[in-house]
Nanobody, 121 residues
Framework: QVHVVESGGGLVQPGGSLSLSCTAS????????MAWYRQAPGKQREFLAA???????NYADSVQGRFTISRDNAKNTVYLQMNSLSPEDTAVYYC???????????????WGQGTQVTVSS
């Protein structure tokens, strides 16, 4: 069983920065792609950024240039550096570990419980 845990959320002022961390245990972390999502009250969960096992990244347009995803396989950890935060970034942020078995044609997804990020003065 893969166990995913986010940390680093909190209260930050508009224009500020925050770094989130996510650890995934119970598996071979390096083979998993990792992603960050968020969900604001009354809204659907939104994709933010992803990083493959090889280190390739992609971002949602809404965070491109402000957020940076990175990973440290030695620490089984993925990070999300968030800059230039605005109140619209207020949400619960979720970490997703996923692995695609192309032979079986199956994708395995594991989610953390989320961490609250509040941007307010």
């Amino acid at each position: 069983q893969v166990h995913v845990v986010e940390s680093g959320g909190g209260l930050v002022q508009p224009g500020g920065s925050l770094s989130l961390s996510c650890t995934a245990s119970g598996t071979i972390f390096s083979i998993y792609a990792m992603a960050w999502y968020r969900q604001a009250p009354g809204k659907q969960r939104e994709f933010l950024a992803a990083i493959t096992s090889g280190g390739s990244t992609n971002y949602a347009d809404s965070v491109q240039g402000r957020f940076t995803i990175s990973r440290d396989n030695a620490k089984n950890t993925v990070y999300l550096q968030m800059n230039s935060l605005s109140p619209e970034d207020t949400a619960v942020y979720y970490c997703n570990a996923y692995y695609t078995d192309y032979v079986k044609g199956e994708r395995y997804d594991y989610w953390g419980q989320g961490t609250q990020v509040t941007v307010s003065s």
